[in-house]
């Protein structure tokens, strides 16, 4: 390499010819590889600062781009926020008419509902909390203040309704004891999981499938007031005919017959022949025939023990395993059996015991009109008794 090198630079001489005078240039050839590294190095040197001014100028090109691409970004969040700031305002006030009109139609159907707890409740009240819960959420995020609000009141609402829920099934509780029936036998009859079915369709209030406590408490306060609804379905409720005199009562009376003391297990109606009887109560009928002292006589089973009777009948207008509602006609008013004219004679009967049926057909005044009794004369000369 260094022969070729030295052969690339041999020593050279210049004639130089001037004014009639000549002259000798000598170049070494260390001279011409000093001149020749010199020249190599200057290139590179202006080709280095040719290539790092690119760069540097491709740098800052790349750098504005980037900065302009970036606040193109943040102008479009920017506009995206505020966009959807207003449309949550937007989504509140959807919110809160909504609710209006919810509270409006329920009020309107259940009356006022309870907002306070009374003694005794077990319904959580979390106004309190739902106030600290909007404060601190009005703090860190202002454009959700709205909503909320609008969640406190929900929350609000739905602890009412359960109170309402609650309330109503205490006080229907309360009537079924005072009745002599037992609820909870009741309850267990109509829940007993037989002949139940279907597509599943879970519900749920948040996004991960769970459901809030709150709203998972309603929903078991309505099922239980539904569930206790239903059995007061089945309790006699609406007068049996469509009089409202009563011609002997329940319990001790002077027998019309004998005009000796005597016990009257139910109610007699006195009513022109051929006058409609009414079922008291939804049931299933289970007997329609002859009794003894019953003369015509219509039985309605209506489930945990209690069963209504009709009796002294001139027609039926039913049959053996009939589902009848309440106020359907059964029957026709006679005068069949021991019987001193036509009249109904209407009892109600716990596991086979009769009870007194006033009580049942003055529970639910909002549904019949109590009983009166027009007179006060001996049942023994009254017309239409057995």
Known sequence: MRARVANWFPDREFIMRSQGQVRFLRVSGRTQKRAALGVVVLTLAYGGS?????????????????LLSRQARVEKAENRVAAYRKNLDGVASDLQRRQDFIE???????????????????????STEAAKTV??????????????????????FVESLTRYADHRSAADVAMLRKLGLNPQMMLAALDDGDAMGGPLFPMSTDADGSIDPRFARLGASLSRMSAIEQGLARVPQVLPASMNSISSGFGFRSDPFTHHGSFHPGLDFRGPRGAPIYAAARGVVTFVGQRSGYGNCVEV???????TRYGHMSGF??????????????GAIGSTGRSTGPHLHFEVRINDRPVNPRPFLEARTHVSPPITRPDSRPSSSAKGSD
């Open 50 to 66: 040719l290539t790092a001014l690119t760069v540097i100028r491709w740098h800052e090109s790349y750098d504005i781009d980037k």
């Open 104 to 126: 409006k139609v329920t009020q309107t159907r259940l009356g006022e509902l309870p907002k306070a707890a009374r003694h005794g409740d077990t319904v959580t009240n979390s």
């Open 135 to 156: 404060r601190k959420v009005s703090a860190a995020v202002p454009e959700a203040a709205n909503l909320a609000r609008m969640e406190a009141r929900q929350l609000a």
């Open 301 to 307: 089973t209506h489930g945990d023990g209690l069963v």
């Open 317 to 330: 207008h039913s049959r053996v395993g009939q589902q009848v509602a309440a106020g359907q006609t059964i």
